[in-house]
């Protein structure tokens, strides 16, 4: 059962939009650092990617996308939430040589 949906906003670049109440309170803890209900308004959130990684060309050409572009950066993702819906905006790199 997916719990999220992505989106090609162009050929590196996607966002990841996740239903919040498809989300355990532990998966929200682990997204989040707490559960979605405790978080304010004004909240500045991020995702944090501990480790660089490298996308498959498989999955690259299923997504459409570049196949230069493997690299998600380890760093840190905004996020917005909109009605229930988290969204990640990711830009994959090319790989470091």
């Known amino acids: 059962m997916n719990f999220y949906n992505l989106k090609k906003l162009n050929s590196n670049t996607l966002i990841i939009e996740i239903e919040v109440s498809k989300l355990s309170k532990i998966k929200q803890k682990e997204l989040f650092g707490k559960a979605f209900n405790s978080i304010k308004n004004n909240e500045v959130l991020e995702f944090v990617q501990k480790k ?5 060309v498989d999955t690259l050409i299923y997504l459409e996308l570049d196949l230069e572009f493997r690299l998600l950066a380890k ?8 009605d229930g819906i988290i969204q990640i905006t990711i830009k994959l790199l090319q790989e470091k040589k």
């Open 75 to 82: 760093g840190k993702y905004p996020l917005k939430i909109s």
């Open 52 to 56: 660089d990684y490298i996308f498959s």
